[in-house]
């Protein structure tokens, strides 16, 4: 089975920066889509962007020119670059791992963003 690793949550002011990264020990992410959610306090856990197994990548209109999403198969990583965070980005995320048409989730690490 596949288990996920998220780690480089925290607490930053608004206009800050983190880097997520996901890894999965005892399986490969080739050939797999990848994505990152995201689940704020009363709200439904939203897509925020995703990469296929090519390289090929999306993000929301929400995080648009603030956020990048990357893979390095070698490394077996993929990477949830975030920049001038704003409240709203605040929520738990969760790294996503696609082998249709199954999803596997990590337990999530989390984003706090305030004053």
């Known amino acids: 089975q596949v288990q996920l690793v998220e780690s480089g949550g925290g607490v930053v002011q608004p206009g800050g920066s983190l880097t997520l990264s996901c890894t999965a020990p005892?399986?490969?992410?080739?050939?797999?889509?990848m994505a990152w959610f995201r689940q704020a306090p009363g709200k439904q856990r939203e897509l925020v962007a995703q990469?296929?197994?090519?390289?090929?990548?999306n993000v929301i209109n929400a995080v648009k020119g603030r956020f990048t999403i990357s893979r390095d198969n070698a490394k077996n990583t993929v990477t949830l670059q975030m920049n001038s965070l704003k409240t709203e980005d605040a929520a738990v995320y969760y790294c996503?791992?696609?082998?249709?048409?199954?999803?596997?989730w990590g337990q999530g690490t989390q984003v706090t963003v305030a004053s």
């Open positions: 996503n791992f696609r082998d249709a048409p199954v999803r596997y």
């Open positions: 005892g399986s490969s992410f080739t050939g797999h889509a």
């Open positions: 990469i296929n197994n090519v390289g090929i990548t």
